[in-house]
Structure formats: structure tokens, C-alpha cells
């Protein structure tokens, strides 16, 4: 044993030895940096590594530090430093950086370059990728040069010169999109660099590799006004006209046009194409010459904007125009006077009207528009809309104006077109399409407006529109966890919307729960992305000591993962953590609390708070429901503390609440969610069935009256109740089967009643029965039957259902329905209810007389073949009647009968 210490000494003392050793060699002999080879630094990292596992790591790491403070350029020192550094995930003080530096002005790039690529092994640096860059561009190695730069303008996020240099390149190899993400990348990094020459090229590259992708210019246009000017910008944008005018999509073309004019009003030639677009959109229009002239479109001294306003006033009403009067409906423009129109309507046929009067009240209705296809071939409509989902859409969508609401979807929809069922199946499918398909989107200002777009919109570009145009940190922090889940992070977005969040962690910025927030996010970010260029200048400690009761922010963090973030901060931050993660508890259940609590030797402070909220269920409902979905499952009992009694009465007891509260229809969608809720925890995985089999006697008849009477539970539920009671304590008798019923009488039931117990007869035989068989057949095969105890059970169990059986299809087929039209009131009779009073209290009551099947006494329902239901049978209004015992013998008079509801 002390041979080994020993050894293990001698270890220790050799690594720092030799290390010693190695500095002292290096500073005497005055090593130059030429001596150096790659060999003598794999060579440390052998000692770096013996270090680490015999735990000298700290000495030679105190060694190298003390060193450096007389020998700053130890090559030894700086190496074994920085490496220990990144080892240790701690901040790298520039050790190594300082080393490539030496190495570079010496020209030795192989040593450079096993630097560089020694310290990228623990993640992406500027430094090291440019490091890397110099090796390759030494060596002339040019296709390792585009891959380490790809790699550099992905971390940089300032870097212009080489995204262009790629873009280039990848258009050389005809990587057309590849080239082109490159090239709006380096465009956005001039502009916000403030560099302005290069990005009129690299536009007009644009223009040439995707005139089709107006978004990216209109997006990036808005820069350009802000950081360069309006006249650049209407430049600029003139050159994305030729394409849509090409094309034929005048509209395009005039919306494009319109914008450099709202610039440069006085833009000769910008207003000569938008006169030409007019024509070529409008050239079949029976006025188009006339409205031009009147315009003053064509007369460069009349204001531009005044000019389109009167040209596109007059325009859009001409001769064959279907047009829409909320007040008139349809109507055909059959004449147009110099400002006055004849129009065609339904019941007002050759109705004048001025322009000014048309533009107030009309609406031009597109010759495809879904009330014109509706009056010409409806049938055909309906079967387009049906068949294809998309043009279904789209048509809506063209009928109002490119902006349509859910409720302009359902009301054309349900407007004789199609029928409530067919709607409800298409607009399942519509709304998978509006969300996936690229052409349909929604209006940044109202999310609830749909429009179709002239081009697909990316996914990248779609979150960072939604983003641009919330103002709430919520839906931004929202937007942003979508984006960098399923986005991607080196798109030209990503860096936008990443500034937001660092704008909450900037120095002097008051500390809140935005800025809880973003610091969980963004180290989130930084962990799974370790190159990402920033660094936060607030810790966690100081987020710690800033914000005031920390356990009333975890239900404000938006994210599972992100709160179990918070809460693992707090542990390793506060050594008051077991108490905050209790105050947390109960501010947000998680599982995550318990367990951490647990495994650290605080399971009594979890036990007490679960008994807590056990105990006190109408105040932590929530909390209580929280258990109940996640603590009371199978082997819950080992782990959690749990006095399971006492949670099954409280979950029967708010069912019972929930249920009465239905009944009384208050609060209804609140508790018709804890109903569903509480149902779901006592039966989905046979929770309170267990509970009745394994319980002793006392227990179940304390659950039965209120699990058993809940009006809202379905008849499967009390159909499993009763047979798993009857089943497991036979000796309980149901208070349908206390009295005993000739079997030659016949037994009146209620159609609820009787349904019941076919349920149940149907529940032995399809359910239990073939249940039992298969526990027969599973214990028969163990053998030896006559010490088999589970065959023994088994057997008895067959025997309890076939008696269950006989005495329910016995019952059945004696019973009678009860009609309501049947009941006769001169009389009581079964079916009435009666209203008494007491002639020795004088109070009234009333009682309802049933069969045996609905008696439940403490609702003062009374079987007829009760001894009280046989005295009140054919007794009259005003008739005086005994009701009990000898000794407690009570006279009622009977005030009236009524038919009972039931």
C-alpha cells in the first residue's frame, strides 16, 4: 500500500519536475523561435495530460503563470497555459493568441497552423480562423481558403470583403444559391458597416441572379433610405422594374415605381414608365386615353401624387364592370358620361351616380371575384372550392382585396356554397395550408389577416417580419425561440433580432424579467453555438442579487428547458437554493424541483410541502391537479410521500363540485376543464379502480356516496365503480339491491335506469368475462390447480360474475319503462313527485316515488316497494298518512302531486 502512495508521489513530482525542467532549459539556452517543431508542443500536451490525471494540473498551471511574469514570451509557458485554459473551459487570457502572433511574424506557418487548428478543437475564434486563413493563402491552398473562410464569415458577423469574396467564387462554380446567400450577406454587412460603394454592385449582382425576390430588395431598400439616402434608393429600386414589366405584372411594377416617385417626385423618367405601365394594365379600358389626359399623368408640372390619385379615381369604373352597394348588392356599369356612371342594379335599373358618389359607396368587383363565380355557375364553384383547398383560398382572398379574416372565410363559405359539416373538414385542411404553403401569408400588423404573395416567402424571412412588426418582449423572445430552433442562424435575419435581446444586458440597463429572460436564452444560445461572436457583461450572481424574491419569476420564463436553466443557476449561485426551489414549487409545479430536492437530501421539505397541498386541495387546486397528473402513477408511492387517501377524496370531492357547478351552469368551461381533468387522473390509467381494490371496507363505503352520485360522470365510470366495489367487497350491498322484488312482478325502471344496467351487462360480458377467461387460462398453465391460489381466484371470481350476470338479465327482462305520459297525478303514483307537510313541525317536504333501480333515500327519491313508497301509493291530495316507526312515528299531510322529472 505505501509502495503505491510512494509511486503515486514520485508521478506527481516528475510531471511538475520535468515541466520545471523544460523552462528553465528554454530560458538558459535562450531557444529561438526557428528551433521549434510541432513535435515539442504534442510533447507538452503529454504533460498537460499526465498533469490532469495524477491532479498537478494547478502546479504546473501556477508554475507557467509565475514564469510568464519574468520570461513574457515563453514559448513553453504560453503554450501549456493557454491550453490548460481551454482544458478548463476558463477565459483564455490570450496565451495562445500571443503565441500565433510570434509565429506569424516569423513566417513559420505549419506551427501556425497547428495552433490554430489546436485551439478550434475547442470551438470557433476569429483569431485562429484568420490564423488559418494566412497558412492557406502562404500555400496558395485555395479551396482550403474558401472553406476556412466560410467558416470565419459565419462567426464574424462584420466580415464584408470575404462574404463577397465567396459569393463570387460560388457563382464561378455556378452555386447559384449558395452564391446568392452570400451576396445578400455581404450587402446588409457593408450597409451596416457604413461602407456604401460596394453595394450598388453587389445589388445589381442581385438583380441579375434573382430579380424574382422583391422581398430581399424592399427589405433591404428600407436600409438603404435610412443609412444612405432616398435618391440611392430610388436608383436602386428602378432596376427591379424591368423584370414585372417584362413579365406583364403591371401592378408590380406600378407599386415599384410608385415608391421611387414618393422619393423623387420629379423623376422624369420613373413617371414616363408608370404613364406606360398604365397603359399596358388598363389598355382595353374604354376611357384610358380620356382619364390620362384629365390625370395630368403626362404633364410634368402637375404634382405627381395628385396625378395618380385622379388617374386611378377615374380608372377603375368602366363600361361592363360589375360593381357592389351594401344597400343595392350587384350591379353592372352600363354607361360612363364624363363623371357620371349608369349603373344597372337589380332593383335600381339605369341608376345615375357621380364618380365622387361611386368612390364613397361602391366596390369593384373583379370578374372573379366569389359573388360573380357564386351568380354564373355556383355548382362549378363548389365542386373548385371542395377539390382544391388552395383555390379555394385564393379566390376568397382576390374577393376581398388580397386580405381576408377567418370570419370572410366562414361567411362566404356558409353562404349557400357549402354546408357546416363540409366547412368545418375544409377548414381543417386551410389552415395546414395558409401555415405551410409559401404563397399565403399574414399581415405583420394583424396576424388574423391572410394574403397571397407574389413570391414565396422563406421561413428565415417570414419569423423576422413577424418579429420586426411585434412590439411585446413576449412574442419577440416567442419569435426568436422558433427562429434559432428551426431557423437558420447564419441567415441574415439572425443577427437583428439576437441584438434585441442583448440590448437587455448592456451595461446600465435596469435589471428585470426581460432581462432574466434574454440572459437564459442567449446562454442557452452560447452553449449549443460556442463560436457565436458575443459575451454577456452581467452574470447570473448579479441577476441573483438584483431581482427581488427570484421564486416569482419562474412562471414568467416562457420555456421548460429554459426554466430548468434558471433553476440549476440558482443551485450553483445561492446557498439558500433548497428554500428558493420550495418558493418556486409552488409559484410553478415541475417535477425538475422535487427531484433535484430529493437528490440532495431536502426529500422532508418535499414531503411537507406535498402534504401541504394534499391537506389544503380548495386552496392549491392547481397544484393539487399537478400531483395528480404527475406524482400518483405507478411506483409514485416509493419516490413522493404521498397520503393517497386523502388525495382520492379530494379529487371526488372537486368532481363532485365541478359537477354540481355544471349542473347549475356556472362557470362552465372553467369547470367543465377540472371535470375532465379530475376523470382523466381517477380512470385514464385506473387510478380510483386500484384505489377500490386495494382499500379495506371503511374506506370504499366513505368514497361511494359521492363518487357514485357526480350527475356529470359518464356511465362507463360508474359502470367500472360499482363492479370493481362488488367485485372487491362483496359484502357491500348497492341501495338498488336492498329491497327484495318478487321475481313474477314486474319491475318499473326509467329509461336512463334501464340503459344503465344494459351498459353494465354489457360491460361483464365483453369486458370481464373474457378478462376472467384469460386469468383462468394464465394460471391453469402454472399447474398443480389444487394449491393454485390464483386459480382458485380466478374460479371464484367466474362464479361472482356469472351471478352478476343471471340476477341483471333477470332483472332486465322483467323490467318495465316508465313513460312521463303515462303518470297519472289524481293519485300517487310511480313516477310523482309529492310535496308534504309535516303536521307535528309543520314543514314541507317533497319526496319522488321511483323503482328500486333510482331509490337513493338521502335525494328523498322512494323505491315503490319501500315500506314508505307502499304507504304513499294511491294516496289523494289531502290525505293524512303515518310515515316510520312505532316509536318514532311521524303524521305528514299530503298538500300535492305533480309528475316527477326524471
Known sequence: MWLATFMEIMMQTDVVQKLSELLNEEKWTRATLSSYAIKNFTDLDTIIKDSKSNGTLTDIHDLCSEHLKHTPNSIIALYVMGKINF??????????????????DNKRFNIVEFLANETLRYGENKFSLVALAKCMQNDGRESELVSVWERLVKIDYEEADITRKIASIKEKEEKIDESVDYYKK????????????????????????????????????????????????????????????????????????????????????????????????????????????RSGLQQQNIDIDIAIEAFE????????????????????????????????????????????????????LPMDHIWLLKIKDLKNLRKTILDDVGEGLRIIIRSKNNAATVKDFKDELLNGILTKKEWTRWWNKAKTLLKKNPYFGTSPE??????????????????????????????????????????????????????????????????????????????????????LPFDFSIDFQELLNSLKDIHSYLPMIPDNELKKNFLINIKKSSESWPDIFLKSFYEYPMKFILDELIASGNKAL???????????????????????????????????????????????????????????????????????????????DNLLIEYIEKSDETKVRRLMPTILNIEELKDEYII????????????????????????????????????????????????????????????????????????????????FLKQQIKILTENLNRAQILKPEDIKTNVISIGTMITMNSIDDNKTEKFTILGPWESEPSKKIISYTSPIGETLLNKSVGNIIDVGSKKKMKQYKILKIEKAIF
Not at 88 to 100: M, N, P, R, V, Y
Not at 776 to 790: F, R, T, V, W
Request: hydrophobic letters at 40%.
Open 87 to 104: 482544458e478548463e473551459e476558463a477565459l483564455d487570457e490570450g496565451h495562445i493568441q500571443k503565441l500565433i502572433h510570434l509565429f506569424v
Open 186 to 293: 455581404a450587402l446588409l454587412r457593408y450597409l451596416k458597416k457604413g461602407i456604401f460603394n460596394p453595394v450598388e454592385e453587389i445589388w445589381l449582382k442581385l438583380i441579375d441572379l434573382i430579380p424574382q425576390d422583391l422581398g430581399f430588395f424592399l427589405n433591404s431598400e428600407k436600409r438603404i433610405s435610412e443609412l444612405i439616402g432616398t435618391d440611392k434608393s430610388a436608383f436602386l429600386l428602378s432596376f427591379t422594374v424591368p423584370y414585372y414589366k417584362d413579365k406583364g405584372e403591371y401592378d408590380v411594377a406600378i407599386e415599384i415605381l410608385k415608391k421611387i416617385l414618393n422619393y423623387v417626385p420629379k423623376d422624369k423618367e420613373s413617371r414616363e414608365e408608370l404613364i406606360l405601365c398604365y397603359t399596358q394594365k388598363y389598355k382595353n379600358h374604354s376611357h384610358l386615353e380620356e382619364y390620362l389626359e
Open 313 to 364: 379615381n377615374h380608372i377603375i369604373f368602366d363600361v361592363g364592370n360589375y360593381v357592389f352597394h351594401r344597400s343595392w348588392g350587384i350591379g353592372l356599369c352600363k354607361e360612363i358620361k364624363e363623371d357620371t356612371l349608369i349603373i344597372d342594379f337589380k332593383e335600381k335599373p339605369n341608376h345615375k351616380m357621380t364618380l365622387e358618389m361611386a368612390l364613397s359607396c361602391l366596390t369593384i
Open 446 to 531: 394583424k396576424g388574423d389577416i391572410y394574403f397571397i404573395r407574389k413570391n414565396p416567402i422563406s421561413y428565415d424571412e417570414d419569423i423576422f417580419n413577424r418579429f420586426n412588426s411585434e412590439k411585446a418582449f413576449d412574442k419577440r423572445f416567442e419569435l426568436f425561440h422558433e427562429f434559432i430552433t428551426h431557423g437558420n442562424i447564419d441567415s441574415e435575419y439572425f443577427e437583428d433580432m439576437l441584438k434585441y435581446f442583448l440590448g437587455f444586458m448592456a451595461s446600465g440597463v435596469s435589471i428585470n424579467e426581460n432581462t432574466l429572460n434574454s440572459y437564459l436564452l442567449l446562454s442557452n444560445l452560447k452553449k449549443t453555438y460556442k463560436y
Open 606 to 684: 418535499v414531503n411537507d410541502a406535498l402534504s401541504n397541498i394534499i391537506s389544503h386541495y380548495r386552496e392549491y387546486t392547481d397544484h393539487f391537479i399537478w400531483i395528480g397528473k404527475n406524482l400518483l402513477g405507478k411506483h409514485a408511492e416509493e419516490k413522493y410521500k404521498i397520503n393517497f387517501d386523502q388525495a382520492i377524496m379530494g379529487f371526488t370531492h372537486i368532481l363532485e363540485i365541478a359537477s354540481r357547478e355544471l349542473v347549475n351552469e356556472k362557470n362552465v368551461v372553467y369547470n367543465r376543464k377540472l371535470f375532465n381533468t379530475i376523470v382523466d387522473i381517477l380512470f385514464k
Open 720 to 799: 367500472k365503480t360499482r363492479f370493481a366495489i362488488k367485485s372487491s367487497h362483496p359484502q357491500i350491498v348497492f341501495e338498488d339491491e336492498i329491497e327484495s322484488i318478487d321475481s313474477s312482478n314486474l319491475l318499473v325502471v326509467t329509461q336512463r335506469s334501464y340503459e344503465l344496467k344494459q351498459n353494465e351487462l354489457k360491460y361483464l360480458m365483453e369486458v370481464e368475462i373474457p378478462k376472467n377467461s384469460k386469468e383462468i387460462g394464465a394460471a391453469m398453465e402454472k399447474g398443480d390447480l389444487s394449491e393454485n391460489a390464483e386459480y382458485q381466484f380466478a374460479l371464484e371470481k367466474q362464479g
